[in-house]
């Protein structure tokens, strides 16, 4: 049905971004705050490029300068406090998000942004109407998902940060190279949040504000995951998002954010652990 | 060891403190002779903060005008801005601020959240204050002594778009209404006044903020509605009316004045769209000439959806209120803000004229870029007289006035 | 010059951020409850109050109670909400109570929203009266507002001092480092969270939430969202979490530069940038105090001895450190027994 598509479609926007934050959390093993604002700057970035040289330079120019401040970022300010243990991590990217928030304010002001990018005319295809913007927006997540499933299944690196992820020290011991993971899982993470940033900034809008929105639907999706599984996250932001939008179906839409919470909520209740994480973690439950 | 971070922090904090009582040292604390300070009480962050800088622009405008032509009673006038943050603790704070350190004589432009909570002060310290953008209905009735506005209340904008659904022959009305207090409450007088006409109103709300709107746009048009009406700001008015557009719901669509902007006019669908705001009059030399500064300023037109004139008009209101009291004790120039912003009196268009009027010992009334200004007791725009605009050629017009239909308020 | 209304604003703002800092303190310091919901159970502390107080013919009806009575009656709807919630949450740790709290904060917020019949929805409660406000001119009423606010502070400082060194905080703390070892000494830790987290909800009502409407003078559900939260989580980091004066000069620090930056004037159209100050300086802040000085900048001392956390676990609190040779004998007897 239309709605399902609707779901779908905001449920991608938040499974690229949440993917990028999963990732980080399952490597670093922290919940990295300032993602959400690293999801404002690419879609900022973009925006403010577009312009000058175009959209897709733009776009490619916003992806990568993310991508290099997330690398410099844990290089800069977590790693030094990488053994102090996650919560410090947490509220150093609070820290971090913060700054970053107020960078942003600072340098593009506060005017509004709408992306010149149009999805098109919406045709009907079967049951549903659909517009061709949309349909790339899907395509998009598809090739993101599936590349980075690639990327871990397949690639050495990828090899190496799956090991590093199941058990760092073990890893380290093996002789995995950490700092070169480190590197790699901050860059396409943070790379990640800049296209998450910039789908949402094409579909919807962007202010400076937007970070924080972003971040509360990002840990939703990623606590309700689980740890240990990105394809997991992948699948409960889809949830999410088709959840959203389907109960628009049968109640009022003004409990829309207050049906991903209390679904979120309720999961967690029944399934502590989320719902597609395999390892059942004693510290999760008491 | 232990010790010598706090104390750092503290040292830093005393030296910040230090240096700003540098900064304001000179000035005296009586207002007899040295700048007159206005005070602007304006969301630099936070949710009014895409609105802000076209405000912020006017106002220099304004403030440059009046300086220009020899400032009030041949003193130059100094714009103070604080930040309020959009929220209710910012304008406190701000507030704070700006009527204990930086002695301001006025305040201009605080939203409705801010005018709400700082009523009280504002009436027992006797800052006169006007508001370029709340349209809160709190107002309504507790203005005219030192709170003004120069913005329709909500339930005027709710009334009017009623009545023009209502003139046009529209049963079913959609509704698509922001969850915020400046955009619902319209909502709620029009669904009123419209259902009271006879008419029949279904309610979609939304979240400012989420990244799509495209379950509520299917749900307001699931019913067939001959009608929509948008009340929202742009953040989330502008995905709403480009889904609308990727879907082809073709109806007329009635939007709230904050979607009055340039980018609004520039959609696909910008023909469908009508707007209905207090009638401001193109051709008025006031209009007119604000508009050249400000395409000068900032290399585009007024944009009425962000209140950017009005928040000129308000600054150029307490200077002549101030020249026609030739006082700047808050109770005197209070008094005079009503009788200079309306009729009867020698229209005037400009800071320079109204002031050459009044040393002529004339009576005079101010007609602003924004509107004819002309208020009620209460310190509202009396004129229900309002403009219906509509999109041609990518920039919004104004077509017909429509008086407010009194009958409607039921 | 500085002028000391501004100051008096400022400081009253800041003792109300203290208030929070330190109850947030006392469930996650000293209990390992990272709470990311307690913008929610001030909110309910707020609006129960003013619901309670307000005029029965105003705008939006009340009971018309006097202030002390609701204050205590905030307290107990706040205490209810909170057993309400720390039900399901409690169940839950580390990353997983935090995103169950942050939710449900979120819930009320809409739901403060969405019942506007009750609550005013997003045209808030206004006019809210102030105790003894009649009595005192208006130019001198927000010295007894603050003075008012400072005892408030002060109660909330010897409640969380009591709770530190008693055998209940330390029983508390036991828990928070190890778990295992504290169930097998015969403590319910269930029960002990679950008091601790309606003790707090409790305060918000009683004493938070009150407090923050007397200085707002009109609150709105945006007042409570999760900024706040962030801002008093940043008051405590940084002036140590687990200490028992560092919440109170982290939250003033915080409070203090945010907002005495309002008195460097620029011209206005770069406002911008002195709004961006705010967020710039606490994020900078928030990091340089976790990189060179992580227990905030005092730590846990007075009568707490070395208790260092253990296990690598997710939820291990920043290492308390003792700058005192005091101990109660409860802490004693619990280092003794550790070792």
């Known amino acids: 049905m239309q709605n399902l598509l609707f779901g779908l479609l905001t449920g991608s926007v938040l499974a690229v971004a949440a993917s990028g934050f999963a990732l980080l959390r399952n490597t670093e093993r922290f919940l990295h705050i300032a993602h959400g604002q690293f999801m404002a700057l690419g879609a900022l970035l973009a925006l403010v490029l577009s312009p000058e040289i175009g959209a897709v330079a733009g776009i490619a120019v916003a992806v990568v300068a993310t991508a290099a401040l997330g690398v410099v970022c844990g290089k800069v300010l977590f790693d030094p406090v990488k053994h102090r243990g996650g919560n410090v991590l947490l509220f150093t990217s609070v820290g971090l998000a913060?700054?970053?928030?107020?960078?942003?304010?600072?340098?593009?002001?506060?005017?509004?942004?709408?992306?010149?990018?149009?999805?098109?005319?919406?045709?009907?295809?079967?049951?549903?109407?659909?517009?061709?913007g949309e349909v790339v927006i899907l395509a998009i997540t598809v090739v993101v998902v599936a590349g980075l499933w690639l990327f871990l299944g397949r690639t050495a690196m990828g090899r190496d940060i799956r090991a590093v992820a199941s058990n760092r020290e073990l890893a380290h011991v093996r002789g995995v190279a950490i700092n070169r993971v480190s590197t790699t899982v901050w860059a396409v993470s943070s790379g990640l949040a800049a296209v998450g940033g910039i789908m949402s900034g094409v579909v919807g809008s962007v202010t400076t504000e937007s970070g924080w929105g972003y971040i509360l639907l990002v840990l939703a999706a990623a606590v309700l995951g689980g740890i240990g599984n990105i394809l997991g996250v992948i699948g409960a932001a889809l949830l999410l998002g088709v959840v959203m939008d389907m109960s628009a179906l049968v109640i009022d839409t003004s409990y829309r954010p207050v049906v991903a919470f209390a679904l979120l909520i309720a999961v967690l209740l029944v399934r502590p652990q989320g719902l597609f994480s395999f390892h059942a973690r004693k510290e999760v439950a008491a | 060891m232990q010790t010598r971070i706090p104390s750092l922090a503290v040292a830093a904090a005393f030296a910040l403190v230090l240096s700003s009582c540098a900064e304001n040292g000179n000035r005296d604390s009586g207002s007899d002779s040295g700048a007159v300070v206005f005070g602007q009480l304006i969301g630099v962050s936070g949710d009014m903060a895409p609105f802000t800088p076209p405000a912020i622009d006017a106002a220099k405008i304004a403030i440059a005008e009046i300086n220009d032509a020899g400032g009030v009673m041949g003193r130059d006038v100094k714009l103070v801005t604080e930040d309020n943050r959009s929220t209710v603790d910012g304008a406190v704070s701000g507030f704070s601020k700006l009527t204990s350190v930086s002695d301001v004589d006025v305040i201009g432009s605080p939203e409705s959240d801010a005018v709400v909570a700082l009523f009280d002060q504002i009436e027992q310290r006797q800052i006169p204050t006007i508001c370029s953008s709340c349209g809160t209905t709190f107002v309504d009735d507790k203005g005219g002594s030192y709170m003004f506005r120069v913005t329709a209340s909500d339930s005027d904008n709710g009334l009017i778009v009623a009545q023009v659904a209502r003139d046009a022959g529209v049963e079913k009305l959609a509704m698509i209404v922001q969850n915020t207090e400046g955009a619902s409450a319209p909502a709620e007088v029009a669904q009123a006044a419209f259902e009271r006409a006879g008419g029949e109103v279904t309610t979609v709300s939304i979240e400012p903020g989420a990244s799509s709107y495209n379950s509520e746009v299917a749900k307001a048009f699931s019913g067939s509605p001959d009608a929509l009406y948008l009340g929202a700001g742009v953040e989330a008015g502008i995905p709403i009316l480009r889904e609308i557009e990727r879907r082809g719901y073709d109806v007329p669509i009635y939007v709230s004045p904050d979607l009055i902007t340039d980018e609004v006019a520039q959609l696909p669908n910008a023909d469908q769209l009508s707007a209905a705001l207090t009638a401001f009059d193109v051709e008025s030399p006031a209009y007119q000439s604000y508009a050249e500064r400000y395409q000068a300023a900032t290399g585009g037109p007024p944009e009425p959806g962000m209140y950017d004139a009005n928040n000129y008009d308000q600054y150029i209101l307490f200077a002549l209120a101030m020249e026609a009291a030739q006082s700047t004790s808050g109770k005197d120039v209070a008094a005079q803000i009503i009788d200079v912003a309306s009729a009867p009196g020698t229209k005037v268009y400009s800071f320079a004229d109204g002031k050459a009027a009044l040393e002529k010992g004339e009576d005079i009334d101010f007609d602003g870029a924004s509107s004819n200004l002309d208020m009620n007791e209460h310190g509202n725009l009396a004129s229900p007289l309002l403009s219906v605009l509509t999109v041609q050629d990518g920039a919004w017009v104004p077509g017909d006035q429509v008086e407010l239909d009194a009958s409607l308020r039921g | 010059m500085i002028s000391l209304d501004f100051l008096v604003t400022v400081a009253t703002l800041a003792l109300i951020y203290a208030m929070a800092a330190q109850l947030l303190n006392l469930e996650a310091g000293w209990g390992g409850m990272w709470d990311l919901g307690i913008a929610g159970l001030i909110g309910v502390g707020a609006y129960s109050y003013v619901l309670l107080t307000s005029p029965t013919d105003a705008f939006v009806p009340g009971l018309g109670l006097a202030f002390p009575l609701g204050m205590i009656g905030a307290g107990l709807i706040t205490a209810t909400v909170a057993v309400v919630i720390g039900w399901p949450a409690l169940r839950l740790r580390g990353e997983y109570f935090l995103i169950t709290t942050f939710a449900f904060a979120e819930i009320l917020r809409q739901l403060i929203v969405i019942n506007k019949d009750l609550t005013g929805g997003t045209f808030g409660l206004t006019g809210i009266a102030r105790p003894w406000e009649l009595q005192f001119t208006f130019e001198g009423y927000p010295y007894v507002r603050l003075g008012l606010t400072a005892l408030l502070t002060l109660a909330i400082w010897l409640v969380c001092s009591r709770f530190a060194s008693s055998a209940y905080g330390a029983s508390l703390?036991?828990?928070?480092?190890?778990?295992?070892?504290?169930?097998?000494?015969?403590?319910s830790i269930k029960t002990l969270r679950m008091s601790t987290y309606a003790t707090v909800g409790l305060l918000c009502g009683l004493a938070v939430g009150p407090a923050y409407s007397w200085f707002l003078g009109a609150i709105v559900p945006s007042v409570f969202s999760a900024n706040l939260t962030f801002t008093i989580w940043a008051g405590l980091v940084i002036g140590g979490l687990g200490s028992k004066l560092g919440p109170i000069l982290g939250a003033a620090l915080l409070t203090a530069v945010s907002e005495l930056v309002r008195l460097v004037e620029v011209a206005p159209e770069h406002a911008n940038l002195v709004s961006a100050i705010h967020p710039l300086l606490v994020g900078v802040l928030l990091i340089a105090v976790l990189r060179w000085r992580p227990d905030g900048l005092l730590s846990e001392r007075g009568t707490f001895t070395r208790l260092r956390g253990r296990q690598g676990g997710r939820h291990a609190a920043p290492v308390a450190q003792a700058s005192t040779a005091g101990t109660s004998a409860t802490a004693a007897r619990l280092e003794g027994e550790r070792a």
């Open chain 1, 98 to 132: 913060f700054v970053t928030y107020g960078a942003m304010i600072a340098i593009f002001g506060t005017t509004l942004r709408v992306s010149e990018i149009e999805l098109g005319r919406a045709r009907d295809v079967g049951p549903v109407s659909v517009a061709p």
């Open chain 3, 173 to 187: 703390r036991a828990a928070r480092d190890n778990e295992p070892l504290a169930m097998a000494m015969g403590k």
